[in-house]
């Protein structure tokens, strides 16, 4: 007697919640990716404005140098100081940029902090269907083989009862 083998009748389910899982695993990965490219950013801004205060630095001491040294004439003067004044913009502006970039970051790490926690929970959800699934398939092989012994015990009965009318 053959029997039809039982299908899982929560599959689509557990197909589905797998598919979420993978989902949420890439979105996992491309929130670290943005994180690490918002942190690069912030390297990069924060080298500029190191780089505009070495400048601003260095402008400063040329005219000390030139000023004590009295090589300084006025039109060099206000060109440096102009110069001084718009490097001194710069890093205001970069500055700026900084803070918005670290503000970047952390709405970065929120994001990537959620992608992890959406990815804790569905896979979660998958380990609880494959439990599921698991407790579903015991219970099939035991009804199975309760069914099994059943058959085997009837078919023992009447070999028996064969043999008594026989014998």
Known sequence: MARKKEKYRLQ????????HKRQTEIALSKAFSELKAEQQKLVKLEAEKQEIVEKR???RREMSEMVSMGESRVSDSHTRL???????EDEEKKDEEIVEQKEA???????LAQAKRDYIDACKEV???EKHKELWQ?????KL???EAKMM????NVIHQIRKMDG
Request: no cysteine; aromatic share 4%; charged share 40%.
């Open 138 to 142: 015991k219970k099939v092989k035991q």
């Open 82 to 88: 102009a110069f001084l004044k718009k490097l001194a």
């Open 145 to 147: 083989e309760y069914q």
């Open 153 to 156: 015990n009837e078919l023992g």
């Open 105 to 111: 970051i952390k709405r970065a790490e929120e994001k």
């Open 127 to 129: 380990k609880i269907m």
């Open 57 to 59: 630095l260095q402008t």
């Open 12 to 19: 689509p389910l557990l197909d589905v919640k797998e598919r």
